[in-house]
Structure formats: structure tokens, C-alpha cells
DNA sequence: CGCAGGGTTGAGCGCTCTCAATATAAGTGG
DNA sequence: CCACTTATATTGAGAGCGCTCAACCCTGCG
């Protein structure tokens, strides 16, 4: 069992501000507009963390729900497997986003997978889901959570239901540059943690497809791309690739 | 505001038989395990219902989360309108769904269209959140049901992202007959309340493709088809469109 | 009866895929 | 440190699936 022990409120922030804003757990905590008690609380909700090896998976498609995780460091993967064996890469994950929403219903739905040596924040269920009850605030929040995922998902789904290839290279990287900048990153220069094949698994088109799609932007003067590396010259000019629907 | 009052149990159990169950809430109620008394209070939240004729919205995109609705009889499509007015359908709703559990985060995300005159039960958010505080069961029941909802959505994902047309209209076909049986209608035979339009949007397709499609099926004897009107003649022989990939 | 919305079908094009060869990186073990 | 292996990327040529454009048909309704 988990005890909640009582801590002096001062000792508690600066617990808070070690552990869970360093475990960037923005999405659930940040604007929930918590006190300093039921931020002690929902600090001790992050019990464990854990390294994640790359390659390594922080849950498997069917396996028994029980935590969500917080990304700590690092950079995932989820997706589904079908029938065949086929994959379809459903999102991608970086710090401070949360991983295994989709397994409140009983067993995780996808598999989630560490694209890089990683690390999470473990978060168990039965404490989550018994805090907010006290907590409303916490609750309010979760249900954002599980509902930002829906619109996501109807994101990608307007992607790739009704973009042509280049429009949909050009969401992901505008999408991947604003997630950057928002953890202090670059918004124009990164490197990518997932390979060709995984970008296409994401956005329906095959490897070859997007690796040309990379090529031609390069040309167009819109990004440098090196392999792994991105680097944006024309913000405008992608987003423009958006603007020019048909 | 909603006066809970105290109603005798057999009256409390008589009227949730008349407006929960016809409600058909079985995605909220049926399986949560509820005692007597919390079935009660539930059967309360669904405190009005609302005619909702052919074409009209639910909701619109962007206006104000206040509650979610359960189908209560009728048929609805849910779709996203992009920046140039393209439209994307996101799903189709019939008895028992529940309709604008995405925009629990302040506003809807998507506009809710009744595809024929169609009825909907109100369940204000605020009281259900409220409930849901007192009443485990039903908390626990509703991170289901979005939990659900998203991997509905990965499920579209993957069907977009990775499926040839034939396989996409198959795997439509086999969903909503699915959905139609356990609502006790006909799993061979039924109406489509959907354009080819809203079914292509839907499916990542153009409307002449869907079209062609359901000749095909026609000519290879799958189903039988009339307009609006489709009949599966050879449930296994559509399922094999699905196994027999590439 | 005529009109409008929705559905079907045809012809041809083009975007994306398939197949294949080559290039580049990143390991791995000697 | 260097050959060798393996994973990942790039690029080309050609094919085919689904789209575009267009004509026609069906059905319901005023």
C-alpha cells in the first residue's frame, strides 16, 4: 500500500518541484490549479520512476492496466499491431506527456516503446483514480487529459483522411516543432528519434514516400535534412504547403 | 439547478426502466454495476431529452461543453471542419453512443449532425462530474468509456493509415453490422443513413470510390446493394476482403 | 412534371506504391 | 583501428490504385 504521510507544506512544494515538475508532468498538473496540499498529494502519486532502454516497451498491447506514465526524458512511440502483423504507428511521445490513457478500460490497447534511452514517471491507477475523487480539481483535469487524446486522434484522423503526402509531412514537422519549443527546445533544428518507416507508419504513406517528401522540401528550400537531422529555413513556406490545399 | 429528491426505490427502479434504459445508456449504466440507489441518482443526471430533426447539430465545433448526450434513438455523424471547410467525419453514432465526450476540456471539438430525425438524452457534465465523485462505479465507468472512444479512433487511425480502399469499406460494413445486431437488428440487412459522401469523408475516400465499391462487392456477390439499401450476402466473403491482405 | 440531391459509371491522369539498386551510418568483433 | 554486418536512407523506374472530370440515372418531393 501507499501511505500518505503527513509533510510539512514548505517540504512538500520543494518535493513537488523535484519530482513531479522535473518529471514534467505539465499536462496533468500545471494548470490544474492545485493548492500546495493537493499538490503534495498528487506528488506522491509518481511512487517509482523507470528507465526505459530504447527499443525497450513501458507497456504492451492487451497486458493488465494498471499505471499511466508520465514521460520523463526520452522519446516514444505507440502503436498497434494488427492481424497480419502490420504496425501502425498511433502517436509519438516527449517530455511531460502522458502514455497508457487508452488502457483504462481493463489492458492497454497499443504498445508504447522508447525511441531513445528513456525514463518514466509511474503513475499507479488506483491511486490516480481514488485522489480524484478528493481532489476535483485533479479530476476535472484527467478528463481533459482523456479528452485532449480524442481530439489528437481526430487530428491525425482529418490528416490522414483527407491531406495529400506533402501536406501530411508538413503537419508533422510544424506539429513536431511547436512541441519542441514549448520545452525549450529549438523549434527549427532537432533531430528526429524515429526512422523513416515510423514517420510513415504515422502519417499512411511508406518509407520511400516520406524519405522523397524530405528530398523534395530540401530542394523546394523549405528544410535541411540530413538523415536524422531537420533543420527548418522556412517556417512560412511550410506552413504554406498547408495553405494550398488542392 | 438539479433538486435530487428522494424517490421510493420501486418508483426509482421503474423510472430508470422508462428513461435510462430506453435511454438505451448501456455504454454508461449497463455494465457498471450500480446498486438500486446509485441508479437512482444516475437516472437522474438525464435530466431532459431533445428532439434533434434530420441535419440539425447537437453541437457545434467549438461552442460551449455543458454536457454529453446519449443517442437515444436516431442517427448521428460527428465531423471536423478544417481551415478551407473541408470536412472530415469522425464517426457515426446510433442508440446507446455517447456523443460529446471531446470536448470535456471546455469545448467541443467537433459538430454533432443527426443524419435523420433523432432523439438525445442530456446529461449535464457538471452533475455527472459531481456523481461521479460520490459514485466509483460510474467515475470508473466513464474514464472507460473515453478510454474506449480512443481506442475507436486508433482503430480509424490504422484503418486510414494502412488499409487499400476495399479493405476500409469491408471493414465499415462488418462495424456497423456489428453495432446493428446488438441493438437487435439485422446483421445482413439494413439502411445506410449516410451519403457516399459522408462514408468516403469518413474513410479517407472519394464518394465515386465508395460508389464503384459497393458494385464490386455487388458484382463478386458480397452484398447486395440499392442506394441506401445494402444486404451482406456472404458475411465470411467479406471478412475475407480483410484476411486476405496484399 | 420538373427540379434537386444523391448515386452510378466511364475515361484518363497522377500521386503514391512497389520493386530494386545504391549509399550512408552505426555497430560488432577480430 | 579496420573489415564486416546490419539497419536505415536515398534515389530511380515503372505500375496501379484511387482521384478528377464529366455524363447520365434514380428517387423523392413540391
Do not use: W
Not at 502519486?45 to 532502454?53: D, E, G, K, Q, T
Not at 513501458?58 to 499511466?68: H, L, M, T
Not at 489492458?107 to 490516480?128: K, N, Q
Not at 526512422?195 to 514516400?209: C, N
Amino acid at each position: 500500500m501507499h501511505a500518505v504521510t503527513a509533510i510539512h507544506p514548505a517540504a512538500a512544494a520543494a518535493k513537488f518541484a523535484v519530482t513531479c515538475s522535473s518529471c514534467n508532468l505539465r499536462e496533468l498538473c500545471l494548470p490544474a490549479g492545485l493548492s500546495a496540499d493537493e499538490l503534495e498529494r498528487v506528488e506522491n502519486v509518481v511512487y517509482a520512476r523507470r528507465r526505459v532502454a530504447r527499443g525497450e516497451s513501458v507497456f504492451k498491447a492487451g497486458s493488465e492496466f494498471n499505471a499511466i506514465y508520465a514521460v520523463r526524458s526520452g522519446f516514444f512511440k505507440t502503436s498497434l499491431i494488427d492481424g497480419d502483423g502490420r504496425e501502425q504507428v498511433t502517436g509519438f511521445f516527449m517530455g511531460g506527456e502522458l502514455l497508457g490513457m487508452d488502457g483504462i478500460d481493463g489492458s492497454y490497447h497499443g504498445t508504447a516503446i522508447a525511441l531513445e534511452d528513456s525514463e518514466v514517471c509511474i503513475m499507479p491507477y488506483a491511486l490516480i483514480e481514488e485522489m480524484s475523487r478528493d481532489i476535483p480539481a485533479l479530476q476535472r483535469r484527467l478528463y481533459a487529459v482523456l479528452a485532449r487524446e480524442i481530439a489528437r486522434d481526430h487530428g491525425v484522423m482529418m490528416l490522414l483522411g483527407s491531406m495529400r503526402a506533402e501536406e501530411r509531412l508538413a503537419t508533422f514537422l510544424l506539429n513536431l516543432s511547436r512541441r519542441f519549443v514549448r520545452r525549450g527546445y529549438s523549434a527549427t533544428e532537432f533531430h528526429l528519434r524515429m526512422t523513416r518507416e515510423e514517420i510513415g507508419s504515422y502519417l499512411g504513406l511508406k518509407l520511400e514516400t516520406v524519405s522523397r517528401l524530405f528530398s523534395a522540401f530540401q530542394k523546394d528550400g523549405l528544410i535541411e535534412v540530413q538523415q536524422k537531422y531537420v533543420r527548418i529555413r522556412d517556417i512560412a513556406g511550410v506552413e504554406r504547403v498547408l495553405a494550398a490545399r488542392h
